[in-house]
C-alpha cells in the first residue's frame, strides 16, 4: 500500500494531555494571577492523584511550549515530589521555579536547555536533587563557575563540605554554550564522583592542564566518557590530546574541532582507544578552506583503521577530502554518517559503488547527513550506494547537485527507503516537485517528515501543491520550507 500513513486518531494517551493542558491555560488560575492567592490547595490533589508518567507528559505539555502561562506559579502547585523526569524550555523558566527545588528529592532527570537558568539555580539543584542522574544546562548563557562550585557543594570561599549526595548521583552532566571554563570543569572532574558523561568544550584542555601540573607520576584517573576540544580558540596547544587521554581509562566519544596548530600527529594519539562508539571532527570558530593541517588519509584513515568497527557515528566536517571507500572499508556498523565533500572513486573502485552488484555495507545506518559545498561534488553512484542502507529513517541532503528526480525513483526502484521518516533537503536544485509527488505516491516508507530549503525547483507554488497532494490523499506527512535539522553536537 502507498506511504505515507493516513492520518488517523491520536492516541487515548495524548488526547488526555491535550484536554487538560487546554483547560489549564484556559482556567481562572492561569489567566488571574489573584486566583492563586485564594487557591485553598485542594485541587492539586486531583492532580497528584494521576499515574506519574501522564503527570510528567501533562507537564511537559505545558513547560516545553512556546505558550505562556500568564503566571507560572501554577505549575508549583501541579508538580509533585513524585516527578522524576522535568524539562523546562525558554519560556518558561522564572524565578518562581526556584520554589519548587525542595520537591525535587526524587528527580533523577532535569532538562533546562536553553531555559535561561543561572547560577542561583544551580545552588538550588545542588541542595534538594539528592538523586539526580542527569543535568542539562545547555544554552544556559549565565550558568558560570561560581554555579559550578554552588553545585558541587563549593562555598564562596573556595571551601567544599562533605560530597553532598548530588556529587555521589550525578552521572551526566551537559554545560555546552554556557560561560564555564577550563576551571569549571576542573572543579566537576575532582568533585562529582560518579559522573560518566561530561559535555563542554573545555574538557581537553582542562584534563591537558591537570596532567601538566601534577607531572607523569599522576595516578588520578577521571571516569568520563568524551572528549570534546574547544571550538572558539584560535590554536590548538601541542599534545593536549595525549595528556588529557592519559587521565581517562573509558572514553566512548571523541569530538574535534580543526583549529590551527592541530595535525595528523596529535591525532594519532587516539589509536591507543579500541571501542570508540562516536567520533566526530568538526569546523572551530577559526577554521580556513585549505587551512587545516589535518587530513583524511593522515589522520582519520589510520584512526578508522584501528577503531572503525566499533564506531557508532562518525562526523567529518573540516577535512578537504573524505575517501568513502576507506569509510566502507573499516566502520561497518555505522548507525549515524555526517560527510562533507567526499571525493569521487578512484577507477579501480567503480564496482564498489554499484548498488546492483554490492549488497548495502551499513547495514544499520539510520541516520545520513551528506553536504557537498566545496568544489568537488558527490558522484551519483556514491549518493545512491548510500541511500541504499537499508534501515535509513533519516536523510538530510546540502547542496548535493546529485539528489535528481531520477535518482530518487532509482531508490524507489531498488525497494530502499523503506524505512525513512524524515527527509531534509537544502539548495537541492536537481530536484523539482514531480520527482517528489512520485516518490509520495510509489514509496513503501513510514515518512512523516519533508523540509525543503532554498530549492531552486520547489518554489511556492510546488511547495503549495503539494500540500494539497497531502490533504487530498489524507496523509499523516508533514512539509515545510524551513531548515534547523543539522546535526550538531549535544
Not at 495524548?14 to 486566583?35: E, G, H, M
Not at 554552588?150 to 552521572?171: P, V, Y
Request: some cysteine; hydrophobic content about 40%; overall charge positive.
Amino acid at each position: 500500500m502507498p506511504m505515507p500513513r493516513v492520518s488517523q486518531i491520536e492516541p487515548l494517551v495524548k488526547l488526555c494531555v491535550y484536554c487538560i493542558k487546554k483547560a489549564v491555560i484556559s482556567s481562572k488560575l492561569a489567566t488571574c494571577p489573584l486566583a492563586l492567592k485564594n487557591w485553598d490547595g485542594r485541587a492539586p490533589t486531583l492532580f497528584h492523584q494521576l499515574p506519574i508518567a501522564l503527570l510528567e507528559e501533562i507537564i511537559l505539555s505545558l513547560t516545553f511550549t512556546n505558550e505562556n502561562l500568564l503566571d507560572s506559579r501554577i505549575l508549583d502547585h501541579i508538580i509533585t515530589p513524585q516527578v522524576q523526569h522535568l524539562s523546562f524550555s525558554i519560556y518558561y523558566y522564572d524565578a518562581y521555579c526556584l520554589s519548587s527545588f525542595p520537591k525535587f528529592g526524587n528527580l533523577l532527570i532535569l532538562d533546562l536547555d536553553k531555559s535561561g537558568v543561572g547560577d542561583d539555580c544551580l545552588k538550588s539543584i545542588g541542595i534538594y536533587c539528592s538523586k539526580l542522574r542527569s543535568l542539562n544546562l545547555n544554552h544556559c548563557r549565565e550558568v558560570t563557575d561560581i554555579g559550578i562550585q554552588w553545585l558541587c557543594g563549593i562555598d564562596d570561599s573556595g571551601i567544599g563540605n562533605d560530597k553532598s549526595e548530588f556529587c555521589k548521583s550525578i552521572q551526566k552532566l551537559s554545560i555546552l554554550y554556557t560561560a564555564v571554563t577550563q576551571h569549571g570543569i576542573q572543579v566537576v572532574l575532582t568533585n562529582l564522583l560518579s559522573l560518566k558523561i561530561l559535555e563542554n568544550f573545555n574538557i581537553v584542555d582542562a584534563l591537558a592542564d591537570l596532567a601538566r601540573r601534577s607531572g607523569t607520576d599522576s595516578n588520578h584517573m577521571f571516569s568520563i566518557s568524551t572528549l570534546y576540544t574547544s571550538y572558539d580558540k584560535p590554536y590548538y596547544r601541542s599534545d593536549s590530546l595525549r595528556l588529557a587521554l592519559s587521565l581517562c581509562h573509558s572514553i566512548s566519544r571523541v569530538l574535534i574541532h580543526v583549529t590551527k596548530g592541530l595535525k595528523d600527529s596529535d591525532l594519532l594519539c587516539l589509536m591507543s582507544l579500541k571501542k570508540l562508539r562516536k567520533f566526530e571532527i568538526f569546523k572551530s570558530r577559526f577554521w580556513m578552506p585549505n587551512g587545516t593541517e589535518i587530513t583524511f588519509d593522515g589522520g582519520v584513515a589510520p584512526l578508522l583503521k584501528v577503531f572503525g568497527k566499533s564506531l557508532e557515528t562518525l562526523v567529518l566536517k573540516g577535512l578537504d577530502l573524505v575517501r568513502i571507500s576507506t569509510i566502507i572499508d573499516f566502520c561497518p556498523n555505522l548507525i549515524v554518517l555526517h560527510i562533507s565533500d567526499v571525493t569521487g572513486y578512484l577507477e579501480n573502485e567503480r564496482n564498489l559503488f554499484q548498488v546492483e552488484k554490492n549488497p548495502p555495507v551499513f547495514q544499520k545506518l539510520k541516520l545520513l547527513i551528506c553536504v557537498s559545498t566545496g568544489i568537488l561534488k558527490m558522484p551519483v553512484d556514491v549518493l545512491l550506494f548510500l541511500l541504499s542502507s537499508p534501515k535509513l529513517e533519516h536523510v538530510t541532503l546540502f547542496s548535493v547537485y546529485a539528489f535528481s528526480d531520477e535518482v530518487l525513483m532509482e531508490t524507489v526502484k531498488c525497494h530502499q527507503l523503506k524505512n525513512l521518516r524524515q527527509l531534509d533537503l537544502s539548495q537541492c536544485n536537481s530536484l523539482t516537485k514531480h520527482g517528489i509527488k512520485k516518490f509520495l505516491r510509489k514509496t513503501c516508507s513510514p515518512l512523516e517528515m519533508i523540509s525543503f530549503y532554498c530549492c531552486k525547483n520547489i518554489g511556492l507554488e510546488s511547495y503549495s501543491d503539494l500540500l494539497s497532494l497531502i490533504a487530498k490523499k489524507n496523509w499523516n506527512l508533514k512539509i515545510s520550507r524551513d531548515f534547523y535539522v543539522f546535526y550538531r553536537p549535544k
